[in-house]
């Protein structure tokens, strides 16, 4: 029996020989001659030279393999009430056409496309139609607002941007076509068109000479055949939260991405071909991406597109409903959704009211998972719980436990193993690496394996200063943890300002941004407060400008509405004090892991290079009625 030792160790011993061999499961216009192209190191690329198209192997070539009958995708809708299945050979047709309308109106290879939709089947043909023609997608999540949007359009400076006219929430209806004509009038750069899908929730206005609908512009149309390309050519850029606020664009090459999603299916997620897989995600971040769109339909299995939320669509059993009615063999979501479940079923009486025999494991990740949940999950799906570690970055598991090589002990508290490629160490600030069981810089030892991020979308001394150059010769991953004596890693927090939100990192930078621009804010500050239900929450701190004497309460309700509209819902910001100064060192800094201790009650050192320790107890003095700082 093949050990996960065994397969790790192969990599180890030959990684250009293990990836070549791993590579022989994608269909190439072009074979490679070799995976590791590192003449442009610490710039690695994957493959180079191959040519390749993503939507082929996601789509056509299981038609023809004679499995164009099976279901690609089950769209399973509550908001909406309704279910639908599309097979493979129909999602190819679909695709094709949708292809082929956008290279009639002047999209090709190399340009790029903004895809803001909701989690319906479009969205994930919108992706593949842009794969099929070379174009690059950057799929933004239909919450964000306007301003981050425009933010979006003006760096990747899309030819074309396909929405849907609105996005289903439970009780309300989320109008994205107004948010989209927001965003291009806020931005530099204007598309030449904009594709929409109209929903029959809601039918939007459409921009004369800008605008077309879906369908029409699709019709009689000559469907698109698949375009290869380059290996290093970017399949997608997806923009993740910077510690500025400027976001930045992780690009995704087509080649690593195809091998290395297609390896992950059957040896970390143990999935064979045809079975069902869920990744309860969303298609505008990476597990979307990865897992909802891409890898499952490369590898041949059955995606769900779930519409829905963990509770309240319509009770704290529809994940159970889903797994049940579908037959989904993995279910991989984030710890936040177990969270919210558990608060409103903490005995588990929904799970006892569906039949899960068909579900092997749960995975989750995207945040910490707490023990707690971990155990409450165990307990109720009789099944392995496994947590994993990985970042938009990467665009799959780091470390993991890879189920379809061995079942491996499970660790509470640890994300696993690492995964092939990935040379994991503990560093200190001066990275040296760092024994067993002691807390340092979590850091990647160059090159990443394939399918991670070989630069950022015109942005390469950023890339270089964000994970090259702390630690020369790794890739620095922002996170805080530790490797045990077994190999395990336990990731423990982040090491910059970005905090996790439901899984969704959000820059508390970008959120400062927006509340110093009230005009009775002087000045800010940003942290990330322990919260049970999401993992974290953003908590504001508001100095005002000399004179003003307004209610507090009333400025603070403004603050919150700001944060709303600039970012959106996504960075659930709720939570916002008035205070007279913030602690900072007497250079000037803000104290900001000083102040999210005291939020948390934890114990803390005094700084040594705080100005007035003084300002510690009136921040304590303002938390406190709002249930903070109890400690």
Known sequence: MTTYADVYDAWKKDPDGFWMEQANAIDWD????????????????????????????????????????????????????????????????RVATLAGALRAKGVEKGDRVI????????????????????????????????????????????????AASAGIEPGRVVHYKPLLDGAIDQAAHKPDFCVIFQREQEVAELTEGRDVNWHGFQYGVEPAACVPVEGDHPAYILYTSGTTGQPKGVIRPTAG??????????????????????AASDVGWVVGHSYICYAPLIHGNTTIVFEGKPVGTPDAGTFWRVISEHNVRSFFTAPTAFRAIKREDPNGEYVRKYDLSCLRTLYLAGERADPDTIHWAKDQ????????????????????????????????GASGVPMPGYDVHILDEGGQPRGPDTLGAVAIKLPLPPGTLPNLWNAEDRFRKSYL?????????????????????????????????????????AMEEVLANHPDVAECAVIGVADELKGQLPMGFLCLTKGVNRAHEE??????????????????????????????????????????????GEEFKMPATIDDPAILDEIRAALQPIGYAKG
Request: hydrophobic content about 45%; proline content about 5%; charged content about 25%.
């Open 30 to 93: 072009r074979k490679p001659s070799k995976a590791l192209f590192d003449d442009n190191a610490p710039l690695y690329h994957w493959f180079s030279d191959g040519m390749v198209n993503t939507c082929w192997n996601a789509v056509d070539r299981h038609v023809e393999q004679g499995r164009g009958e099976q279901a690609a995708i089950i769209h399973d809708s509550p908001v909406t009430h309704t279910k639908r299945e599309i097979s493979y050979v129909e999602l190819r047709n």
């Open 115 to 162: 895809i803001y939709m909701p989690m319906i089947p479009e969205a994930i043909e919108a992706m593949l139609a842009c794969a099929r023609l070379g174009a690059i997608h950057s799929v933004v999540f239909g919450g964000f607002a306007s301003h981050e949007l425009a933010v979006r359009i003006d760096d990747c400076e899309p030819k074309a941007i396909i």
């Open 257 to 278: 991405h195809l091998v290395a999603l297609n390896w992950s299916m059957k040896h970390h997620y143990n999935v064979d071909p045809g079975e069902v897989f869920w």
């Open 381 to 412: 799906l009789k099944v392995p719980v496994v947590d994993h570690w990985w970042q938009t970055e990467t665009g799959w598991a780091i470390t993991g436990i890879p189920m379809g090589i061995e079942e491996m002990e499970i660790k509470i």
């Open 469 to 509: 150059d702390h630690f020369p010769g790794y890739y620095e991953t922002g996170d805080a943890g530790m490797i045990d004596k077994d190999g395990y890693l336990y990731i423990m927090a982040r090491t910059d300002d970005v905090i996790n939100v439901a899984g969704h990192r959000l820059s508390t930078g």
């Open 555 to 600: 400025i603070v309700r403004e603050c919150i509405d700001m944060v709303r509209n600039e970012i959106g819902p996504v960075a659930a910001f709720k939570l916002a004090v008035v205070v007279d100064r913030l602690p900072k060192t007497r250079s000037g800094k803000i104290l900001r892991a000083t102040m999210v201790k005291l939020a948390g």
